[in-house]
Nanobody, 115 residues
C-alpha cells in the first residue's frame, strides 16, 4: 500500500491550492480515503473523508465550506481542494486509508500559508 501526497507548498492567504493523494497497492475503488492535517505540537485532525461506493463525503464541522474532497477512481487519486486559506491552515496534510489489517498514511505534504 502506498499513498503519496502532493500539491503543497507556500501559499498566500486567500489562496486555493489543490492537494492530491495518489494511491497504489490496493483496490482503490473498494476503500474510503480521508484527509487529515497536523500542526507541530498538536494532534492530527480530520478534515474530510470520501466513500468509495458512491462518493459520499463527510466533512469535519470546522472544515466545512472551505475544503472539498473528491476522488477519481480511474486515476486512483483523491483530491483536496482548499479555498480561502488562512494563516492557521499551515500544517502537514496527510491522506489515510483504513483496512482490516491496519491504517496506512502517506508521508504528508507541507502547506505553509504566509504573505
Amino acid at each position: 500500500v502506498q499513498l503519496v501526497e502532493s500539491g503543497g507548498g507556500l501559499v498566500q492567504p486567500g489562496g486555493s491550492p489543490r492537494l492530491s493523494c495518489a494511491a497504489s497497492g490496493f483496490i482503490f475503488d473498494d476503500y474510503a480515503i480521508a484527509w487529515f492535517r497536523q500542526v507541530p505540537g498538536k494532534e492530527r485532525e480530520g478534515i474530510s473523508c470520501i466513500r468509495s461506493t458512491d462518493g459520499k463525503t463527510y466533512d469535519a464541522p470546522s472544515m466545512k465550506g472551505r475544503f472539498t474532497i473528491s476522488r477519481d477512481n480511474a486515476k486512483n487519486t483523491v483530491f483536496l481542494q482548499m479555498n480561502s486559506l488562512k494563516l492557521e491552515d499551515t500544517a502537514v496534510y496527510y491522506c489515510n486509508a483504513n483496512f482490516p489489517y491496519g491504517a496506512y498514511w502517506g508521508q504528508g505534504t507541507q502547506v505553509t500559508v504566509s504573505s
